[in-house]
Structures are given as structure tokens and as C-alpha cells.
């Protein structure tokens, strides 16, 4: 069993080194999909948020790097490996993963063609993956100054979406359910610019309060409401989630230094705590700024 181990980390390997010759980030899976190297932090009673600045690896997407010497040092420290993730919203390609589901039932294909229909799009020729239980990974390239969020379900039954501060299952990984593959004919292609109707699906404006009788501008606390009520209505397994959504929207409008406290009240309010908040809000703002031109660090997040 060992032997078959090995291989498949060595497999695992070559299929992450050459995704990093793609620009594509890369950190070692296990065969459940989740990061492969735990947390250093792991056995710490209260650990402080740390993205790697500790100079240890198992930060998860944190990790994520498209050096060949970095790649074999992660592979190295995981020799149970057998596949590798992909980040996602870094740059060049800014991915963006549409995920079309089988498990929850629903029929993923026909309600990405429904949606293409009504909201008049097509997706391009572009990168397809298969997964064991029979979906389909979409990749697609993102504007480098659009942030999309993780998101399950909430384009549609069955369509996951990771963006920023999430991973895809890359090809050619091997995980306890089966091998991910590249449909024929696709695997060398790259992935095609996100139609503008569709990224406006994957990133919507807030839902702001507009009075009877508007003012002729609202000031940057009454703009923010509608981020800070989005923060409030988070359920558990999305609170960081929509919370690193909301400010990246707050600092893209220009309101993210105001907004922070209000942001962070609301964290709170639905059960992060404040050290959570404060590094989601803080990550958000470093990656917004990367998207104008700086350089941030990235979100960890989850993968599919």
C-alpha cells in the first residue's frame, strides 16, 4: 500500500508542477480533498490568526505557490498526498470555479443552461474537469479587479462557486472516491475570460435600504448597511465567508476604513470572534488592495 502511496504522490506532484508552469498555485491534497499538511497551530488552546507568518507550512491556501522549489518543499512535507488544490483568484488567471454538482440531487447542467438563457451568456471553450461522483469543475478567469466569493447553492441548486480564498481539485489528483480528470480536449486550454453577465451573477451589489426620497448622496455609513445587514443574516459555515465578501465590497467603494467597526460588530454579533473578524476584514482589505495594484496576502478557504 505504501508503493501505491508514493506513486500517487509522485503523480500528484508532477501534475502540480506543471499546473504551476500554467501560473496556477498549487498545495498538496490528501486523499479528502483538505489541505494535506495541518495546521502548525493545531494544538494551540486559543491559536492567534496567522497566514504563514509564523514561517511554518500547513496554512492551507496560504501556502498556495507556483515556485517549483516551494511546490517540492510542500510535497515533502506530505508524503500521504496524492492530489493538489489550485487556488483560486490569484493572479494571472483570477480563477474562478464553477462547480456543477450530482450529490444534492439537483440537475446542475440544466440550471447553468437556464441561467445562461435568461441572463442572455455562453460559457467559452475553457477547462473542464470531471470529479468522481460525476460533475463537473468549470474553470473560468476573472478581471483582476473583481473579487468573487466561495459561495454553495446560491446561484443555483447544485452550483458551488470558488473564488477568492478557495481552491479547485486539480487534475489528475487522486482522492478516496476516484481520480479528477480533464474532459478530452480541453486540458491545454486556457481558462476563458468569465462572461460579464455571468460575474455579475457571481458578484452582486449589496442589497441596500433606498429611502422614498432619497438624499442626493448618502453618506459612507448609510452606504455600508446594506454589507453590514448582509454580515447579520450569515448563518454558521458562511460567516467568514460573507463577512470577507462585505469588505472587500467596502473597500472597493472607498468605505472599508469606516465600515470596519460596523463589519466587526456584526461578526461578532453572528459568533466569530474578534480575532476572526478582525483578520477577515484585515485579509480583505490587503487583497482589494492587490487587485488595484499592491501585494496582500490571500484568504484561505475551502476547496472543491
Known amino acids: 500500500m505504501a508503493t501505491i502511496d508514493r506513486h500517487a504522490t509522485a ?31 493545531h494544538e ?34 506530505a508524503p500521504w498526498a496524492t492530489g493538489y488544490g489550485i487556488a483560486c483568484g490569484l493572479p494571472p488567471h483570477h ?5 456543477l454538482d450530482t450529490k444534492s440531487g439537483a440537475d446542475a447542467s440544466a440550471a447553468l443552461r437556464e441561467l445562461a438563457l ?23 478567469a476573472g478581471p483582476p479587479d ?26 489528475g489528483s487522486r482522492t478516496e472516491h476516484g481520480v479528477y480528470s480533464t474532459v478530452p480536449g480541453t486540458a491545454q486550454l486556457p481558462p476563458a475570460p468569465c462572461p460579464p ?6 458578484t452582486p451589489p449589496p442589497r441596500a435600504h433606498h429611502p422614498a426620497h432619497p438624499t442626493t448622496e448618502q453618506p459612507p455609513a448609510q452606504q455600508g448597511q446594506g454589507l453590514v445587514q448582509f454580515v447579520l443574516a450569515a448563518h454558521e459555515g458562511q460567516r467568514n465567508t460573507r463577512l470577507f465578501w462585505a469588505a ?25 470572534t474578534d480575532r476572526e473578524a478582525r483578520s477577515t476584514i484585515a485579509s480583505a482589505a490587503r487583497l482589494t488592495k492587490h487587485a488595484r ?11 472543491l
Open 248 to 272: 472587500c465590497r467596502a473597500y472597493e467603494n472607498g468605505i472599508g476604513e469606516t465600515l470596519a467597526p460596523q463589519l466587526t460588530d456584526a461578526a461578532l454579533h453572528v459568533g466569530l
Open 197 to 202: 453577465a455571468l460575474l455579475r451573477l457571481l
Open 11 to 41: 503523480l500528484a506532484l508532477a501534475h502540480a508542477l506543471s499546473a504551476a508552469e500554467r501560473g496556477l498555485a498549487v498545495i498538496p491534497l490528501s486523499g479528502t480533498k483538505l489541505p494535506a499538511l495541518r495546521s502548525p497551530h
Open 146 to 171: 473583481a473579487v468573487v466569493p466561495n459561495s454553495a447553492g446560491r446561484l443555483a441548486p447544485g452550483i458551488d462557486i470558488r473564488g477568492a480564498g478557495g481552491y479547485l481539485v486539480g487534475p
Open 118 to 140: 435568461r441572463h442572455l451568456f455562453t460559457i467559452p471553450a475553457t477547462v473542464v474537469v470531471t470529479t468522481p461522483s460525476g460533475g463537473r469543475h468549470i474553470w473560468l
Open 44 to 77: 494551540d488552546p486559543h491559536p492567534a490568526p496567522c497566514h504563514g507568518e509564523c514561517g511554518r507550512l500547513g496554512h492551507g491556501v496560504y501556502d498556495a505557490s507556483t515556485d517549483p522549489r516551494r511546490i517540492r518543499e510542500l510535497f515533502a512535507a
Open 293 to 303: 495594484g499592491g501585494n496582500p496576502d490571500h484568504p484561505s478557504g475551502s476547496g
Open 95 to 99: 480563477l474562478i470555479g464553477i462547480d
